[in-house]
C-alpha cells in the first residue's frame, strides 16, 4: 500500500457537532426564564403603584376643598395590596428561576457527561483532571448567577425605569428630559467601564496562569536548583510573572475606578435628588409646573437610577458566569467520535495500518504512511527515539484519535465501523499516564469487568504484585483511591495492569507498563504479562530493547515513518553504519553499553 491511501469507506474521523452557544444551553429552562422575567416586569410595574400612592397622598392632604379621609384609605389600601403582589411576584420569579437553575445545571452536567463519553479519548491527554473537573463542577456551578439572577435584574433594571420614565412623562415631559440626564450618563459610563471586559479579563487569567506554573516550577525543582545554588535564578520567573499580574491588574483597575466611582455618583439618589430639585425649583419659579407635581419627581424619581446601580455591582458575577458558559459550549461543540449507523463486528484479532497519516495541529504529521500488519496471537514491539510516533501509533490502535488519512483495521474492519464498547472490550492498553477513579481499589481494578467477584480482584492483584500493597491499607481493598489509600507512581501503574488483566481483552497495547514498577516486582510483573500475552494479540512501546528480543515483529520508528521491521535477530544483522538501516543495531549498542556501565538490570522480555 502507499502513503496516500484513503479513507476508503470509512466515515468522517470525527462527527462536527453544531455550534454550541451559551442561548442553545439555556433552550432546556427558556420557558421558566420567559415565565420569571414576566414576573418580574409585573413585579417592576406594580412596585411603582406605593410610590405612586405616595403621590397620590400628597395630593389629597395640599387639596385646597380638604381631606378625603375614605381617599386616603382606598389609596393606602391599594398600595398596600400592590405591595404583596410585588413581592410574590419577585419571589416567584426567583423561585422559578433557581429551579430552573437545578434543572439546567443536571441537563448540562447530563450532556458534559453524554459528551465528554463521546470524544475522542486523546482529548483528555490535553487536560488534566483538575481542569475537566473545574468544568464541570465550577463552570456549571458559576452559570447559577446567569440563570438565578441575570435576567432577572436585566428585566427589573429595564421595566421599572421605562414604566417611572412612562409616568413622569405624563407629569411634565420637559422635567422629565432633565430628570433622565443622570440617568443616561450613569449608564453610559457603566458601558465604557465594561467595553473590552472580556479581553481585559483573558488577559488577567493568562497573568495568573503565569503566576502559577512559575510557582508550580520553583516548587517542583527546588531541591535541584538549592543543590546547584540557583535558587535566586529560579525564583525569578515566579516573581516577574507576579510582578507583570499586579502591575496589569493595577493598571486595569485604576481606570474602572475612576469610571465606576463617577457612574455610582452620578446615579445615586442623592444626586438625582439634587438634579430633581434644582431643575424643579427653576420650573416652579418660571410657573412652568405647579408644586405638588414635583412631589411625582421627588418620588418616582429615584425609581429610575437605583436598578441600573444595582445592576452595575452584579456586573463582574454576570460577566464570569457569561465565560463560564462559554467555557462549557465549547466543550460541548468539541468534535466527537464518529459512531457507525451499522456497527461491524472484527473477524479476528489482526491489525492493519493502511496509509496511515496523523497530526494534532492539521499542520505537521507526526505519523506519516504507517504500513503495518499484526497477525493475531503475536507480538509487535515499537521501538524509536522520543518524538517518533510510538505512542501516537499505540493510541490510533485504540482509537484515542481517528487517522487524518488512510485507516486502522481490526479483523478486516475500520475502527471507525466499530461500536466503541464493543472495540474496547477488544482493545485494552496500559500506559505511563495512569488515571484511576476516586473510589475503592476493588471498583478501580474491577472497572473493566463490573461483574467480576473480589476473588477474581484479588487474583489479578496479586498477578500485578499489587496485592500485598494493598492489604496494607487501612481498608484493604475498600480503601478509596486519593483519600485512604495514597499511591505511588509504581502502585498506581500496577494496579491499572491489574485492571486489564482482569479486563482479559484479546488485545493489549502496553506503553512501557513497567516504567514506574521498582526492579523487584519488575520481573514478577513482566512474567505475568507473558502469561497474559498467550494467544493475544500484543502491542508494545518499549524504551529498553532488552525486554523485547524475543517479539514477533520489531518495528522501528523514526519521524513519524517506519524505518526498519524485523525480528530481534534480522535487525541485529543489518549494517548500523548504514545511513537507512541499522537504528535497531545502533539502539541495542547503545543499551548494552548503558547496562554495563550502569549495571542495570535487563529484565524479562515479553514473549506471546
Not at 516550577?217 to 516577574?240: C, M, N, P, S, Y
Not at 479483523?411 to 499516564?433: C, H, K
Request: aromatic share 6%; with cysteine; charged share 20%.
Amino acid at each position: 500500500m502507499t502513503s496516500s491511501a484513503t479513507n476508503t469507506g470509512a466515515s468522517s474521523p470525527t462527527a462536527e457537532p453544531a455550534a454550541v452557544g451559551v442561548g442553545e444551553l439555556l433552550v432546556p429552562v427558556r420557558g421558566k426564564l420567559v415565565a420569571s422575567c414576566a414576573l418580574v416586569a409585573v413585579s417592576s410595574i406594580v412596585g411603582l403603584v406605593p410610590l405612586l400612592a405616595i403621590v397620590e397622598l400628597g395630593r389629597t392632604l395640599v387639596d385646597t376643598d380638604g381631606v378625603d379621609t375614605g381617599r386616603l384609605w382606598t389609596i393606602a389600601t391599594v398600595a398596600a395590596v400592590a405591595l404583596v403582589i410585588r413581592l410574590a411576584c419577585y419571589m416567584g420569579a426567583l423561585g422559578i428561576t433557581h429551579f430552573a437553575d437545578n434543572d439546567l445545571q443536571l441537563s448540562v452536567r447530563q450532556r458534559l457527561a453524554e459528551h465528554l463519553g463521546a470524544v475522542p479519548l486523546g482529548w483528555f491527554d490535553e487536560r488534566d483532571a483538575g481542569e475537566i473537573k473545574k468544568l464541570v463542577v465550577d463552570d456549571v456551578q458559576a452559570m447559577h448567577q446567569l440563570v438565578g439572577h441575570t435576567f432577572v435584574d436585566i428585566t427589573g433594571a429595564v421595566v421599572m425605569p421605562v414604566a417611572a420614565m412612562a409616568y413622569l412623562f405624563t407629569v411634565d415631559w420637559q422635567l422629565s428630559l432633565i430628570v433622565i440626564i443622570p440617568f443616561a450618563i450613569g449608564v453610559g459610563l457603566y458601558a465604557k467601564q465594561f467595553g473590552g471586559y472580556g479581553d481585559k479579563m483573558a488577559k488577567y487569567n493568562e497573568a495568573l496562569e503565569d503566576v502559577n506554573v512559575g510557582a508550580v516550577e520553583f516548587v517542583q525543582g527546588i531541591a535541584v536548583v538549592k543543590t546547584f545554588g540557583q535558587a535566586g535564578r529560579a525564583h525569578r520567573r515566579f516573581l516577574d510573572a507576579a510582578f507583570r499580574l499586579v502591575d496589569f491588574f493595577w493598571d486595569w483597575v485604576k481606570g474602572l475606578l475612576r469610571i465606576s466611582s463617577a457612574a455610582e455618583v452620578v446615579l445615586s439618589p442623592l444626586m438625582t435628588l439634587v438634579v430633581i430639585a434644582s431643575a424643579g425649583a427653576w420650573f416652579v419659579d418660571t410657573g412652568r409646573i405647579a408644586p405638588v407635581d414635583l412631589i411625582a419627581f421627588f418620588v418616582i424619581g429615584l425609581a429610575l437610577t437605583t436598578p441600573i446601580l444595582t445592576l452595575g455591582f452584579a456586573m463582574h458575577e454576570v460577566e464570569q458566569a457569561q465565560k463560564a458558559a462559554q467555557r462549557v459550549a465549547a466543550v460541548l461543540a468539541t468534535p466527537v467520535l464518529h459512531e457507525p449507523d451499522s456497527p461491524q463486528s472484527p473477524a479476528d484479532g489482526s491489525i492493519r495500518l493502511d496509509g496511515v497519516h496523523y497530526s494534532y495541529d492539521g499542520e505537521r504529521d507526526v505519523l506519516r504512511g504507517i504500513d503495518l500488519d499484526i497477525e493475531p496471537g503475536t507480538l509487535t514491539a515499537l521501538v524509536g527515539p522520543s518524538g517518533s510516533g510510538k505512542s501516537t501509533l499505540a493510541k490510533l490502535l485504540c482509537r484515542f484519535w481517528d487517522p487524518t488519512q488512510g485507516a486502522v483495521h481490526l479483523g478486516g474492519v475500520d475502527l471507525r465501523n466499530i461500536a466503541r464498547d464493543d472495540l474496547y472490550r477488544r482493545v485494552g492498553f496500559v500506559f505511563q499516564d495512569v488515571q484511576l477513579l476516586r473510589a475503592s481499589i476493588a471498583d478501580n481494578i474491577a472497572l473493566g469487568a463490573p461483574e467480576a467477584t473480589r476473588s477474581d480482584v484479588e487474583r489479578v492483584a496479586r498477578l500485578a504484585q499489587i496485592h500485598d500493597r494493598i492489604v496494607e491499607l487501612p481498608d484493604g481493598y475498600d480503601s478509596v483511591v486519593g483519600d485512604t489509600a495514597l499511591l505511588s507512581g509504581g502502585e498506581r501503574q500496577r494496579l491499572s495492569i491489574a485492571r486489564a488483566l482482569l479486563a482479559d481483552p484479546p488485545i493489549l497495547v502496553l506503553d512501557e507498563a513497567t516504567s514506574f514498577a521498582d526492579p523487584e516486582s519488575e520481573a514478577s510483573i513482566q512474567d505475568a504479562l507473558s502469561h497474559l500475552a498467550a494467544g493475544r494479540t500484543m502491542i508494545v512501546i518499549a524504551h529498553r530493547l532488552s525486554t523485547i528480543v524475543d517479539a514477533d515483529q520489531i518495528v522501528v520508528l523514526r519521524d513519524g515513518e517506519i524505518i526498519e521491521r524485523g525480528t530481534h535477530d534480522e535487525l541485529l544483522a543489518l549494517d548500523p553504519r548504514s545511513d537507512d538501516a541499522g537504528e535497531y543495531r545502533r539502539q541495542w549498542d547503545a543499551d548494552q553499553r548503558t547496562e554495563a556501565t550502569t549495571g542495570a538490570p535487563t529484565g524479562q522480555e515479553v514473549s506471546a
